[in-house]
């Protein structure tokens, strides 16, 4: 079975803060996402990347940065957390163009 | 205009009907489309996807593409109590190599006994 799993299940930090959330991958899929997913605004793409070092913006990327060094791992970087960002954070990954994401089980971020 | 439009429900059908979700989307160049079902607290999981005009059935689900009127549904028969959860419509916006996936904000289905 294909795996993504993410570092943390709930987190809590402070206003200012610089936050890590860690995904791993274990099927070798190309393509990663994060997504953020808010009561009544669905999941919006935070930032995607399609292959190691390569990450494109997705629809809200302001106040977040990405890294991916290694196929496997993905993480998504809050610079200077605020209260706004308090949100529950998904990891997906898919092997290629046009096929099955797979999801991680989430990660419940909030920001004091 | 958002990218992936869904109507947010919920929708409320009783138990053995049919439940009609409807997604609408914004860019042609669109190439593949997906429906994922999310229950409460948990990630959201695959149900059907489809790339061509037309419908596309699995078991009790029916996927239905229009590429020209760029609507996409989702057709649930013999619904269940089990069914109830968030409906989420997807679409795969990759081009120049890569695979930008974009949710709308999904439907809520409620079954009811």
């Known amino acids: 079975d294909v795996k993504v799993t993410q570092s943390s299940r709930y987190l809590v930090k402070r206003t200012g803060e610089k936050v890590f959330l860690e995904c791993v991958q274990d099927m070798d899929h190309e393509n990663m996402f994060w997504y953020r997913q808010d009561p009544g605004l669905g999941l919006r793409l935070i930032y995607f990347s399609y292959d190691v070092k390569m990450k494109e913006k997705g629809d809200i990327p302001e106040g977040y940065s990405v890294s991916r060094e290694k196929k496997e791992r993905f993480s998504l970087i809050l610079e200077s957390a605020s209260t706004n960002q308090t949100s529950m954070y998904l990891c997906?990954?898919?092997?290629?163009?046009?096929?099955?994401?797979?999801f991680g089980q989430g990660t419940r971020l909030t920001v004091v | 205009q958002k990218e992936v439009e869904q109507n947010s429900g919920p929708l409320s059908v009783p138990e053995g009907a049919i439940a009609s979700l409807n997604c609408t989307y914004s860019d042609r160049g669109s190439q593949s489309f997906f429906w994922y079902r999310q229950y409460s607290g948990k990630s959201p999981e695959l149900i059907m996807f489809?790339?061509?005009?037309g419908d596309k059935e699995d078991g009790r689900f029916t996927a239905q593409l229009n590429k020209a009127s760029q609507y996409v549904s989702l057709l649930i028969r013999d619904s269940q109590p089990s069914d109830s959860a968030t409906y989420l419509c997807?679409?795969?916006?990759?081009?120049?190599?890569?695979?930008?996936?974009?949710f709308g904000a999904g439907t809520r289905l409620a079954v009811h006994p």
């Open positions: 489809i790339y061509s005009n």
């Open positions: 997807a679409v795969n916006r990759g081009s120049g190599g890569y695979n930008k996936l974009i």
């Open positions: 997906a990954s898919t092997p290629d163009r046009g096929t099955e994401a797979f």
